[in-house]
């Protein structure tokens, strides 16, 4: 077997155990350290791939944020003629069914992100998923005359902030009713 393919079981099998281990006990009660224990390797090795739970997070998202994509350019393609705000609308409730799905993670992402990397000068630290769900907002904005980068990083980070989906739901909105707020708020002028 190539050591690249070794390295590549590697990073599967943490990644699986993680999930494993953060579904029996709750992603905040796992450490790094349990998942090395867990799967006999030395920490140095998990630190190698995952610098911290937030990055080891990213890569369990991966997948589900590759999904994302397709889903929302398929939707852009078969709904060309739709508003902006139609569209916007549409990412919105995407992200936040996200969100809801895997809320524990977003949390760890969240609290252990260097929130300095966002910005454009330091493109090339921003988390991927994040330029992902970027370049989905983007040529909404384009096709009217508002292009906010600012704006755009906005949507991204309220729709996937945990905490404040949380608090809007205890608060007694539903997922619908969260994603019409923000849809009104941010692409209310590309109707």
């Not at 599967?12 to 579904?23: G, H, P, Q, S």
């Not at 349990?34 to 610098?51: H, N, S, V």
């Not at 929130?115 to 454009?120: A, V």
């Not at 630290?125 to 992902?132: G, H, I, K």
Request: proline share 4%; net charge negative.
């Amino acid at each position: 077997m190539s050591r690249e393919r070794k390295k590549q079981e590697m990073t599967e099998a943490i990644i699986d155990t993680a999930k494993r281990l953060f579904a029996e006990h709750g992603i905040e009660a796992v450490s790094m350290h349990m998942i090395a224990q867990e799967l006999e390797i030395g920490q140095g090795t998990l630190y190698r791939r995952f610098a911290n739970k937030a990055e080891l997070c990213f890569a369990m998202l991966r997948t589900d944020f590759e999904e994302l994509h397709s889903n929302v350019m398929d939707y852009m393609k078969e709904n060309a003629d739709a508003s902006g705000y139609v569209k916007g609308k549409f990412i919105i409730g995407e992200l936040i069914t996200m969100n809801a799905k895997h809320k524990g993670w977003f949390e760890v992402m969240s609290s252990q992100m260097d929130l300095k990397s966002m910005h454009p000068e330091h493109i090339g630290q921003v988390p991927p998923p994040f330029l992902v769900l970027q370049s989905m907002i983007a040529p909404i904005f384009a096709e009217h005359t508002t292009q906010d980068p600012f704006a755009q990083s906005l949507i991204t980070a309220w729709c996937l902030n945990p905490i404040l989906i949380r608090v809007f739901q205890e608060r007694g909105y539903s997922e619908e009713e969260i994603v019409e707020h923000f849809a009104e708020m941010f692409f209310k002028e590309l109707k």
